[in-house]
């Protein structure tokens, strides 16, 4: 029996997603294409895969036990491919997600270097602040700012960055400069969406811990949250990778009382073996980023 691995991939894509419609998007085909791709897939194995509906796509006990290998299969059929291609360039696409900030000002500026060694490679960057989900989502690489919960997802921790307590002239001008602990009782913060509740963190000698505080703004990308601040909304706190651009528009405040240093981790989503062009990029970017956070971890 022989089956085509490119009905194969669009199998795992619409599994993932639930979705002909997004799985078709992210694959940039036709929906009818994505799904004759699965029917031959089907007729070639002699079994059903997937129950359709209007709303959703299942996978029949058949489906989930392809589902399992599949990635496997995949990733071997292009490491074979990959034998015969050693004198090649790389091609194909790379879909990868990046925090905004990382995204345009460290990772873009750089990219035409990529693109010159590999010219047949295409890269799909995604600069959001958002927390993708990187498996249905379809990525084959992100990087995360912070703690990391996705066990299916395999990583390279490329470091830490430390953090920086920022307030604009303005509000300080109109609020005071905090000295103390206590003089925060009378500041505002910027409220970041996806903390709970607006506070400011701070370690204390031995341990972090958070103070409640008011904030007058709530926002929900990284983008907005610095330009709150130098509107004069609050006190952030942020990263300090990249805060030189602001130097004339943030000031550094409370420097001896900064959140927990931040882990910046890259990830990719293909478990014990990832593609070459995958590999490439993710080592690419570790090249990138690791020299920088670790110049910002001696500099603290």
């Given at each position: 029996?022989?089956?085509?691995?490119?009905s194969?991939?669009?199998?795992?894509?619409?599994?993932?997603?639930?979705?002909?419609?997004q799985?078709?998007?992210?694959?940039?085909?036709?929906?009818?294409?994505?799904?004759?791709?699965?029917?031959r897939l089907?007729?070639?194995?002699?079994?059903?895969?997937?129950?359709?509906s209007?709303?959703?796509?299942?996978?029949?006990?058949e489906?989930?036990s392809l589902l399992?290998r599949?990635?496997?299969?995949?990733?071997e059929?292009?490491?074979?491919?990959?034998?015969?291609?050693?004198?090649r360039?790389?091609?194909?696409?790379?879909?990868?997600?990046?925090?905004?900030?990382i995204?345009?000002?460290f990772?873009?500026p750089?990219?035409p270097?990529l693109?010159?060694?590999?010219p047949q490679?295409?890269?799909?960057?995604?600069?959001?602040?958002?927390?993708?989900?990187?498996?249905?989502?379809?990525?084959?690489?992100v990087?995360?700012?912070?703690?990391?919960?996705?066990?299916?997802?395999v990583?390279?921790?490329?470091g830490?960055?430390?953090m920086?307590n920022?307030?604009?002239?303005s509000?300080?001008?109109?609020?005071g400069?905090?000295?103390?602990?206590d003089d925060?009782?009378?500041?505002?913060?910027v409220?970041?969406?996806?903390?709970?509740?607006?506070v400011f963190e701070?370690?204390?000698?031995?341990?972090?811990?958070e103070?409640?505080?008011?904030?007058?703004?709530?926002?929900?990308?990284?983008?907005?949250y610095?330009?709150a601040?130098?509107?004069g909304l609050?006190?952030v706190?942020?990263?300090?990778p990249?805060?030189?651009?602001?130097?004339?528009?943030?000031?550094?405040?409370?420097?001896?009382?900064?959140?927990r240093?931040?882990?910046?981790?890259?990830l990719?989503?293909?478990?014990?073996?990832?593609?070459?062009?995958?590999?490439?990029?993710?080592?690419?970017?570790?090249?990138?980023?690791s020299?920088l956070?670790?110049?910002?971890?001696?500099?603290?």
């Open positions: 029996m022989s089956f085509d691995l490119d194969l991939k669009v199998f795992v894509r619409v599994a993932e997603l639930q979705s002909f419609t799985a078709a998007h992210q694959l940039g085909m036709p929906k009818a294409r994505a799904s004759a791709h699965v029917q089907e007729g070639e194995l002699g079994a059903q895969l997937l129950r359709r209007t709303r959703v796509v299942r996978l029949t006990p489906g989930e399992k599949a990635h496997g299969f995949l990733a059929a292009e490491e074979i491919a990959a034998l015969f291609q050693a004198g360039g790389l091609r194909g696409r790379v879909r990868v997600e990046l925090p905004v900030l995204a345009r000002e990772v873009i750089r990219l270097e693109l010159a060694r590999h490679l295409q890269l799909e960057i995604c600069a959001s602040d958002r927390i993708v989900a990187a498996l249905r989502e379809g990525f084959d690489l990087l995360r700012v912070g703690p990391v919960n996705e066990p299916e997802l990583g390279r921790r490329l830490e960055a430390p920086m920022c307030a604009s002239p509000y300080l001008r109109q609020h400069t905090p000295r103390t602990l925060l009782r009378d500041h505002l913060v409220h970041y969406a996806t903390d709970p509740a607006p701070y370690f204390d000698g031995e341990t972090y811990n103070l409640p505080m008011r904030s007058a703004v709530t926002v929900d990308n990284f983008d907005a610095e330009a601040c130098i509107a609050g006190i706190q942020v990263p300090r990249g805060q030189e651009r602001h130097a004339n528009r943030l000031v550094e405040i409370l420097p001896e009382l900064t959140a240093p931040v882990p910046i981790t890259l990719h989503t293909h478990g014990r073996s990832a593609p070459r062009r995958v590999r490439a990029v993710m080592t690419w970017l570790t090249e990138l980023l020299p956070v670790s110049e910002l971890v001696k500099s603290r």
